[in-house]
DNA sequence: GCCATTCTCATCCATTTGGGTGATGAAATA
DNA sequence: TATTTCATCACCCAAATGGATGAGAATGGC
C-alpha cells in the first residue's frame, strides 16, 4: 500500500469512539486523523483534515450523521462517508444513501469486516451488509402490482395520442403532431377516457403516469 | 444446520455448470438438486424441485435469466434467486433486481464467497459486491438538482391550490373543496400559472410533479 | 399610517375541452 | 364473406378553462 487511507471519525459514544480509534490504529495502512463526538465543527475539520473516508455514526447529539452527510459531501465531494451504525430501518437508511453515504454498516460488524468496508470503500465500492442490502433491494421491487395492471387495452394510435397528453399538449398541438384533424384528436382522447374510465385531461394524465401506461 | 438449503442451478456454460456443481456437491449443508444449461423448463422444474435458492445466469439460450426470475418468483415466492453473471452493467442489475433477484454476484467471485452469499440469500439477506451495491446506491443518489431548485414563490394558498390540480380536480371541485367561490380558483389558478410559466392545468400538473412543488 | 401581499370575488370574452351521434374506408378476424 | 376493430373526420352543444381587468378586506411589516 502506498499511501494511508485518511479516517475521520464521528461517534458521540465514548466507549464506542475510543475502540474504533484503537482498533483503526493499530491497522496498518490506515490513518486516523481525527475522532469527534459531534459534527459541530465540521465545516472546519472536512477542508482542514481532507479524509478520504468518514466513518459516521447517526445518533449524534447537535446534528446527526444523517444531516451531517451532505455537509460533508459538499465540503469535500471525493471523501467516502461510511454510515456505521445500530439503526437498520428504511428511513434513516435512505435517507442517508440520499444524502450521498456509500456504505451502511451495522456497528455489530466484526472488526475485521469493517476495516475491509474501509477499503472497499476508498476503492469505490458500496459495503454494505446484507441486511442492509435487502431493504434496498425491496424499495426496488416492492413497486407496482404490475402484473395486475390491467393494460386498458389501448390502440397504438390511442396510446400515441395518450403521449401526448401526458406531455401536456392540447388538441390542436396534437392534431399538428400526427398531422391529422382537430376531430380526430378529440374521438381518440374520447376513447381513451371510457378506456381509462376518467373524464379529464388531467385525470387521464395522472392515471397515465401513475400507472405508467406511458 | 438441520435441513440441508435446496439449490437448482441455471448456466449455459457446461465447464462453468461442471465446476459450480463440483462446488456445491462438495459444501456441506448444500444440496444441488438440479443444473440446467437453460431455463426452458422452469416450469415444470421449480413446483417439482422445490428449491430453496436459484443460482441464475444472465445470459442463456431461449429465455434469459433476467426473464426466467420473475417466472420463478411466480412459480415459487418462497424461492430466493441469487444472479451469478459477468455483466455490471447498471441496466442489467435493475432489471434484474426489478424482477425479483435477491442478490447479485459477480462470476469472479470467490468460492467460498458464493458460498456465503446462498446462506446469506437463504437467511433473508441480499449478497452483492459492492461495487453492484455502489450502482444501486448511485441510482438513489443521482437525483434531482435540488439545490437549483427554484420554489416559484407560490403562497400557501396557491400550493394548496396546486395541490388539488395534482389530485386531478376540476375548479368546481376545489372550490368546494376549500369552501370558496369558483371565481377565487380562477384567480389563484391564474397566479399559479403565472408563476409557474404555464398556461393549461395539465401543463401546470407535470411541472409540479416533475418538480415535486407538490 | 402606508405599502405590499394575500385571499377573496366578480364580469366579460374567447378558446378549449368533454360528450353525443354518426359516418367512411381500411384492415384484421371470424 | 361477414363482422369487428381502428383510424379518420364532422357537426352540435354545453361545460370547463384561460386571460384581461378590477376591486374589497385582511394581514404583516416598515
Do not use: C, W
Amino acid at each position: 500500500m502506498e499511501t494511508k487511507i485518511r479516517i475521520l471519525l464521528y461517534e458521540d459514544n465514548r466507549d464506542l469512539r475510543e475502540g474504533m480509534t484503537f482498533l483503526l490504529q493499530a491497522t496498518p495502512g490506515l490513518q486516523l486523523i481525527g475522532a469527534f463526538p459531534d459534527t459541530s465543527n465540521l465545516e472546519m475539520q472536512i477542508p482542514g483534515l481532507k479524509p478520504d473516508v468518514v466513518l459516521m455514526d447517526i445518533d449524534m447529539p447537535g446534528r446527526t450523521g444523517i444531516e451531517a452527510t451532505p455537509v460533508v459531501k459538499a465540503l469535500r465531494p471525493e471523501t467516502q462517508v461510511l454510515m456505521l451504525t445500530v439503526f437498520e430501518d428504511e428511513d434513516r437508511i435512505f435517507q442517508a444513501i440520499r444524502n450521498g453515504a456509500s456504505g451502511y454498516l451495522l456497528k455489530r460488524t466484526p472488526p475485521t469486516e469493517i476495516i475491509a468496508a474501509i477499503h472497499d470503500v476508498h476503492r469505490g465500492g458500496s459495503p454494505m451488509t446484507s441486511s442492509i442490502a435487502r431493504r434496498v433491494l425491496h424499495f426496488f421491487q416492492q413497486e407496482q402490482p404490475v402484473a395486475k395492471m390491467k393494460d386498458y387495452d389501448l390502440s397504438p394510435r390511442e396510446l400515441e395520442i395518450l403521449k401526448s397528453l401526458v406531455k401536456g399538449y392540447s388538441y390542436k398541438l396534437i392534431a399538428d403532431e400526427h398531422f391529422i384533424s382537430i376531430d380526430t384528436v378529440r374521438s381518440h382522447i374520447r376513447h381513451i377516457y371510457e378506456k381509462l374510465q376518467v373524464n379529464s385531461k388531467t385525470e387521464a394524465v395522472l392515471k397515465a403516469l401513475k400507472e405508467r401506461i406511458v
